[in-house]
């Protein structure tokens, strides 16, 4: 599908793109996923506000991102901690979803929007 928001993507348990964002002065390849059970539920209005929002304030945010692992970390964030997803929910809530090094069964979720926050992927999912 070709949203006009997202861009181009690819329904395989929610839409998918991929971009790159910069994390304590590093590159990763993250993959963009639009929460969506069913193809047919498609893109919702929140979700494109979400990444309009996410985009639009994107410095912004990934500095709060560093700041928020920083705080959260006993080590090194920049080493302890990989960019994975940034998740859209259904109803425009979205976090950015990493791999803990110290704690490889469980990653943690750095939500951007409503709230500024870290929580166990688990408790995100």
Same mark, same amino acid.
């Given at each position: ?6 861009? &181009? ?7 998918? =793109? ?17 929460a ?23 410095? *912004? $945010?990934?500095?709060?991102?560093? &700041? ?5 970390? *006993? ?8 960019? $994975?997803?940034?998740?859209?929910? $259904? ?22 929007l409503?709230? =500024? ?9």
């Amino acid at each position: 599908m070709n949203n006009p928001v997202f861009g &181009k993507l690819i329904f395989n348990i929610g839409w998918k =793109a991929e971009t790159e964002i910069s994390l304590f002065n590093k590159n990763y390849n993250v993959i963009i996923k639009a929460a969506a059970y069913f193809e047919k539920d498609g893109i919702t209005g929140e979700q494109e506000a979400a990444i309009v929002d996410f985009d639009d304030h994107k410095n *912004e $945010r990934l500095k709060m991102v560093e &700041k928020l692992l920083t705080d959260f970390s *006993e080590g090194d964030a920049s080493q302890q901690f990989i960019p $994975r997803t940034l998740l859209f929910q $259904r109803n425009g809530n979205y976090a950015l979803l990493l791999d803990d090094k110290e704690d490889e069964d469980e990653g943690i979720a750095v939500c951007l929007l409503p709230e =500024a926050k870290i929580v166990s992927q688990d408790e995100y999912l």
